[in-house]
């Protein structure tokens, strides 16, 4: 892929951005960025958060207007172009962040905007056959009469993507589609990308997965600091050299050393679970985790996990035994969110967008919403004070934001996130509930948070580590619970953490 040298159409494009520039309160998030989209094939967008990939995505898509620059499809120079423009020259874009209505049904969802009628009124019946047409692309089981409200996080995933092929679309935008689906969905998807370029559409592809990347793309584009900083074709790069031009060192070693472990017994736990359970359906879950610990909680998707976190962090009724490292006489489960947080428990939840964050909020105060008594004398807050420890947290986890009062919703999702883990830490926890906390988050910021997590461990805080990603839970993780039809069905430690074994024991039990 040649960068734009003259005025002539790049021969064989399906649409071109050329010289985009884009700017929000000051700050360039583009910088005369060139893109060519050749037709029939899958182009890899890599960069770290903040380089910009998402907003020339937006800008392809007609959300974001550009400052500068020029947009062709097919040749043709376009003008006044927008989100119905974009629609017309069959761009569809899935962003990182869902954007379902949960009151209504899959079917409703995945053709909001695009009912077809009869007579006028929408015709239910052809809304359903569509929606399962796009259901049946991605070879989905899902009921297109499901609520939205009640699916799992990964099959909510599973609707947005389809939402995005109801369209028939000659490039589709995948900003992140894999990060909350199970293996075997990935696994679909990757199916229907080789399909949709083997039908000469094109598709542009973001993930922070490598292995993604090299499965299924066909070229790179590299982004850092809003400028294209050079393309490769797969068969002439390799991870090492991509991660190298995203941050611009070479990563020798993504995980940090992991110590070596005392011998611990009972009445050292920092969090003790016995016959725990979730609703009716989560346990019995007998647990310990000790101060100082990751303790790895893994498994098939949909099996129990975030909602064991959820329980313990008092959003999910729960009941059994529960000791409190802020109260060892405590035996009950909490009843709110507020009384974990005051017994020193902190959940990064699943959802960032639905749950971790307030978007229309300043980062300063998404920071601090979790521990606000800290910054309270007399029953009035301080706002300085909120300032002060904000602006420590978004220095500390290298939050790429214009300034500690910018909005929350204008940061990319990477940096979103890292406003949720800066949250949690405000609170000073003694115990840390994660939640897949690096899902949209870049290579070399995924390590400066595996650092942080083992500081923290370091410093005697016991954590609790869920991912779907096995490489996170074998290169970070001290002990691993394996969960299975929503109970723990094996406990691995040492030598014997490692992915086939994980995965040997999650399959067995739901075999």
């Known amino acids: ?28 998030a583009l910088r005369e960025v060139d893109l060519v989209i050749p037709r029939a094939t899958v182009i890899g967008l890599v960069g770290e958060n903040g380089a910009g990939k998402s907003t020339l995505l937006k800008v392809l898509s007609g959300t974001y207007t550009a400052d500068a620059g020029t947009i062709l499809v097919d040749g043709q120079v376009q003008a006044g172009y927008g989100p119905a423009e974009a629609r017309a020259a069959g761009i569809s874009m899935v962003t990182q962040e869902l954007s379902l209505f949960p009151h209504l049904t899959v079917a409703d969802n995945i053709v909001v905007g695009r009912e077809p009628t009869r007579c006028g009124l929408v015709a239910a019946s052809r809304v359903r056959r569509r929606a399962q047409a796009a259901l049946d692309q991605l070879q989905s089981p899902l009921s297109v009469d499901a609520m939205v409200r009640d699916l799992p996080f990964a099959d909510r995933q599973t609707v947005e993507i389809a939402k995005a092929l109801v369209d028939d679309p000659r490039v589709l935008v995948l900003d992140e589609p894999t990060s909350g689906l199970r293996e075997s969905e990935v696994d679909r998807l990757m199916d229907v990308i080789r399909r949709l370029r083997d039908e000469g559409r094109s598709v542009i592809f973001i993930t922070h997965r490598m292995s993604e990347f090299f499965t299924v793309c066909d ?25 190298s031009m995203m941050v611009g060192r070479q990563l020798e070693s993504l995980f940090p050393l992991k110590p070596a472990v005392a011998a611990r017994g009972p009445g050292q736990e920092q969090l003790a679970l016995t016959g725990f359970r979730v609703g009716r359906s989560v346990g019995p879950v007998d647990l310990s985790l000790f101060p100082g610990e990751i303790l790895g909680i893994a498994g098939l998707a949909g099996n129990g996990q975030n909602e064991l976190l959820e329980g313990i962090a008092g959003l999910r009724r729960a009941s059994g035994v529960m000791t409190s490292p802020a109260d060892a006489r405590r035996q009950r489960p909490f009843a709110n969110p507020g009384r974990a947080v005051r017994a020193g428990y902190a959940l990064v939840p699943e959802d960032r967008k639905g749950q971790g964050v307030v978007l229309s909020f300043p980062v300063y105060k998404n920071v601090t919403l979790a521990g606000l008594r800290q910054f309270a004398r007399a029953g009035v807050l301080s706002r300085r004070r ?34 949720v883990l800066a949250k949690a830490l405000n609170t000073r926890p003694t115990v840390l509930l994660l939640s897949d906390p690096t899902r949209g988050i870049d290579v070399g910021t995924k390590q400066e948070i595996y650092a942080l997590v083992r500081r923290l461990a370091g410093e005697g805080v016991g954590i609790l580590f869920l991912s779907t990603d096995l490489t996170e839970i074998v290169g970070l993780c001290d002990r691993v619970l394996v969960m299975s039809r929503r109970r723990i069905v094996a406990e691995l430690a040492g030598a014997a953490i490692t992915e086939e074994s994980i995965t040997r024991a999650a399959f067995e039990e739901d075999l």
């Open 386 to 419: 909120e300032f002060a420890q904000a602006t420590t947290y978004i220095d500390q986890l290298k939050i790429h934001t214009p300034s500690a009062t910018a909005i929350t919703g204008g940061l990319s999702g990477g940096n979103q996130q890292k406003v």
């Open 219 to 243: 070229s790179f584009v590299v982004m850092k600091d809003g400028v294209s900083v050079g393309t490769r074709l797969v068969g002439e790069t390799n991870p090492d050299e991509l991660v």
């Open 1 to 28: 892929m040649p960068d734009i040298q003259s005025d002539a159409p790049e021969p064989g494009a399906a649409v071109e951005l050329r010289g985009i520039r884009k700017s929000f309160g000051g700050v360039h």
